[in-house]
């Protein structure tokens, strides 16, 4: 590694498992401070330990305000300042088109896309109130660029995430904070397990993750690695004249 993000403290949401604790690995291997904020605690001090004294755990449910300040607040508490936040944090729960309810609508949104503005706005004020500039990187999807029939819920909140993205990249361009996402494709991440558990109960085996996988053109599906150098190269000094912009990892599936 290179130390890219030597001595940066780097809060990644979601970070207790899958892509997430792939970037946080990555953090620490570049010389940053990572904060595994996760709604599973226990996962999240297990990364946070295997990752030793430059991370910490902390408990957050991105939907609620109060917890995701009080995750920035104790980032910097640890490590004395902010220098950049990963929206990372996310859920899916499948059903066929017609049968989506208020209910999972709402819920999806709710950690997907809420999450996402909330965090953005909750790191933002960090970085105004420490007087820094300072990196946001969400994790959007290709579900966000294209609609799947039974992810509709979360391609419209990862659609809503592309949006955020541009629109906080304009409002905070003149504070010097810049705000980027990355699309992943299809990952081999718990998510997709239980994807692929529900799709079975639905009655569609073969609609989950192999069969998305056979149309990826460099022929396989990624893993939570392929993400960290695009996750590093967003939250390093490298990207500074970036912002507002959503980078595709997925192998050459969607191709927009």
Same mark, same amino acid.
């Given at each position: 590694?290179?130390?890219?993000?030597?001595?940066?403290?780097?809060?990644?949401?979601? @970070?207790?498992?899958?892509?997430?604790?792939?970037?946080?690995?990555?953090?620490?291997?570049?010389?940053?401070?990572?904060?595994? *904020?996760?709604?599973?605690? /226990?996962?999240?001090? &297990?990364?946070?330990?295997?990752?030793?004294?430059?991370?910490?755990? $902390?408990?957050?449910?991105?939907? !609620?305000?109060?917890? $995701?300040?009080? @995750?920035?607040?104790? *980032?910097?508490?640890?490590?004395?300042?902010?220098?950049? %936040?990963?929206?990372?944090?996310?859920?899916? $729960?499948?059903?066929?088109?017609?049968?989506?309810?208020?209910?999972?609508?709402?819920?999806?949104?709710?950690?997907? +896309?809420?999450?996402?503005?909330?965090?953005?706005?909750?790191?933002?004020?960090?970085?105004?109130?420490?007087?820094?500039?300072?990196?946001?990187?969400?994790? #959007?999807?290709?579900?966000?660029?294209?609609?799947?029939?039974?992810?509709?819920? %979360? =391609?419209?909140?990862?659609?809503?995430?592309?949006?955020? &993205?541009?629109?906080?990249?304009?409002?905070?361009?003149?504070?010097?904070?810049?705000?980027?996402?990355?699309?992943?494709?299809?990952? *081999? /991440?718990?998510?997709?397990?239980?994807?692929?558990?529900?799709?079975?109960?639905?009655?569609?085996? !073969?609609? @989950?993750?192999?069969?998305?996988?056979? !149309?990826?053109?460099?022929?396989?599906? +990624?893993?939570?690695?392929?993400? $960290?150098?695009?996750?590093?190269?967003?939250? #390093?000094?490298? =990207? !500074? %004249?970036?912002?507002?912009?959503?980078?595709?990892?997925?192998?050459?599936?969607?191709?927009?």
């Amino acid at each position: 590694m290179t130390d890219r993000l030597l001595g940066k403290t780097i809060v990644v949401t979601g @970070g207790a498992s899958g892509i997430g604790a792939a970037i946080a690995r990555g953090v620490v291997a570049e010389g940053g401070n990572a904060v595994v *904020a996760d709604l599973d605690r /226990t996962s999240a001090e &297990t990364v946070a330990a295997e990752l030793g004294s430059r991370a910490i755990a $902390v408990q957050m449910d991105v939907s !609620d305000r109060a917890q $995701v300040r009080a @995750g920035v607040k104790r *980032a910097v508490q640890a490590f004395g300042r902010l220098d950049a %936040y990963f929206n990372n944090a996310g859920m899916n $729960v499948p059903m066929p088109f017609l049968d989506i309810t208020e209910t999972n609508f709402e819920q999806v949104m709710r950690v997907n +896309a809420l999450g996402v503005l909330i965090g953005i706005q909750e790191a933002a004020r960090q970085f105004l109130e420490q007087g820094s500039t300072g990196k946001i990187v969400n994790t #959007a999807s290709i579900a966000g660029r294209t609609g799947f029939p039974d992810f509709a819920p %979360y =391609s419209a909140a990862k659609a809503a995430v592309i949006s955020l &993205t541009q629109a906080a990249a304009r409002a905070l361009a003149p504070q010097r904070i810049t705000v980027n996402a990355f699309a992943p494709g299809v990952v *081999a /991440t718990p998510l997709w397990t239980k994807l692929d558990a529900d799709l079975a109960q639905m009655g569609k085996p !073969d609609a @989950g993750f192999e069969s998305m996988a056979a !149309d990826i053109l460099l022929g396989r599906a +990624a893993v939570p690695e392929d993400i $960290v150098p695009t996750a590093v190269f967003l939250a #390093a000094s490298d =990207s !500074d %004249y970036i912002t507002g912009q959503v980078i595709p990892i997925e192998g050459g599936m969607i191709l927009v």
